[in-house]
């Protein structure tokens, strides 16, 4: 019994850790790698049609619709800047649901977690009027990256101890995210000045993050960055992450190898959800400057779809999330320039994700991609 | 209805709660119902709030484009279900996540109902009618649309259908064992598929109520959020359709606690209470889930992934 949930824990560990170091034998397995690059290669060409088919549908010519978006996303040092922006928030929310995936956890909270780290962090910063940047900033990452990690270890707890879906509380708790910010931007952290848009008081200009060098670019593009590497380092290399993955392999296994499985899970969501608060933070102090509505932009729930589309591998995180920034940040030029609603945008990202979700399907199908055992 | 309690004071409160618990509740009932059945055969569809989107914005553009409200809701169910085809066919594929094609679904759904939506945002479209309910002369009446009671009806007819019909003992016998079923011949694919469509196709009826009359218009912010807590709902419910219709009302009232006690001068944690269907929904889940036992009545494909 335990035999066989030791070979689980392993078959399930593979695509994480590349295969090749598993095998007996010291041949490298190149089929199965091929055939998780031309899988996903394969999908994005087939959204990108049937894209193309329904901008043929509402009038629009698919090919110049695809130039206008790769102009607006990669196609000069300004535009790709602006990607680089979008992408650096999704990194972070990514990592809310890519993290506790890995326990075998499905969480939809990052958005919840962002919308409280951006809060309290901005609470944090206005009460350092008069301190250095440098502490105020440090202030506000410390205080977001805490709370949205409470926000996300709450769902992690009622998880392990009362048998509470995760899925089902972690959504339900984005909404109370959402009213908590309203409350708090309508009523006692409310700028009189803010009259259409309620917001709270503004972060002096000189304590916010700056931006690198003179680009548009902010610190949370490193943050991300950052956060996308350690996530991999700790999940690949670390002992915590070997328990993480066991549990996520089998809880039956992990426990009865003596793994401590409800002070695992309350840690690893605890540091999942930092990232969506870090995230919240830096939108408030590098960008808005102030906390109000505009921090439920729904990446959170971008960030759960770049973290199912990088099949929650922190590294392939990264990547996604600049291909999913600089389709955000194409959004504006296909109203401008092609007639299309801006929810095109949205249409592509769906139909990109039901893909994807449908090649997940066909791992495997193909002879051609089968190992051939020695 | 809100503002006519404002006459009648702190009387108004009560009243304005179960208004509330009618008209709010009614989209509730749609979504939970029809997630109740596709949970029943097995499946979760997560991606309902993008349903309800889609039926709202269908609903108003079929209403203001040919002038019958109730081709609209038609229209509405009819755009349920071409969604609810996809999410069944995606889901029932090997290896596919559930969650994961409903938040799909969510942004897809979304998506088109907003790409689609945009003309109609302005125009007004015929609203579905009214049935006034006087309940004295000193108090506001109620105003109910009729889709409600074709709810309630829903309700128990799902009701009888999973306890007393052949149909019903499908839905049910794939949901808590699909092995079994099959065993017995029963196709576990089609019972799933008809199950999700029928499902989803309820919740754009729901969708259409919230655009044809309450709040009876059409733009990107019409739901707030009725599809995405289908799914605590219905556990809430206990995966019990009757139990639903209760729950709905309960949901439904819940989301008039804001605005009534604002009428009456109460504005402090306004939007707090507009929270208070998501805190409620939490709050049972804590109460009653344990990590020792299933849930009573959850069918049998959840209880062996934990």
Redesign the interface.
Known sequence: MENADVKKVGSILEPLTGSSSSGKGAHFRWRSHVESIVIPIGAILVSLAAFGVFCALAGADPFAVYASIYKAAFGSWYSFQNTLVRAAPLMLCSLGTAIPFQLGLVMIGSEGALVIGGLCATMAGLQLPTASPLVVQVVMAVVGMVAGGLWLASSGALKHYRGVNETISSLLMNYIAIAILNQAINSWMRDPSSLNKPASYPIPDEQMLQPLGDTTIHWGLVFGLIACLLAWVLITQTTLGFQIRTIGGNVRAAQIAGIPVGRITLITCFLAGACPGLAGMVEVAAIHGRANESLNAWYGYSGILVAFLARHNPLGCILISILLGGLLASGGILQRDHHLPDAAIMVFQGLVFLVILFSESLYGRWKIFREKEA | MTSASTGIGWLGVPLAIVAGAFRGGTPFLFVSLGECLTEKSGKIN?GLEGVLLFGAMSAYAISYKTGSPWLGVLAAACGGACLGL?HAW?TQ?????D???G?????????????LG?PFIQPLAPQLPTIRIGLGEHVPSLDICPLFFVGVALAFALDWFFGGTRWGMFVRAVGDKAEAARALGISVWRVRTASIIVGSSLAGIGGAYLSLFYPGSWNERVSS?QG??A??LV?FARWNPVHCLWASLLFGGAQALGPALQSVGVT?????F??SP??L??AV??LT????RALSGVPGAFTDR?
């Open positions: 997560l996809i995606l594929k090997p290896k596919v996540n969650i994961a094609v938040i799909a679904m969510i942004i897809f759904g979304s998506g088109i109902a907003f790409f945009k959020g995405m807590i799914v605590a556990i402090s944690y306004y939007y707090l507009n929270a998501f805190i929904t939490l889940m804590i889930c344990s990590n020792k934990t």
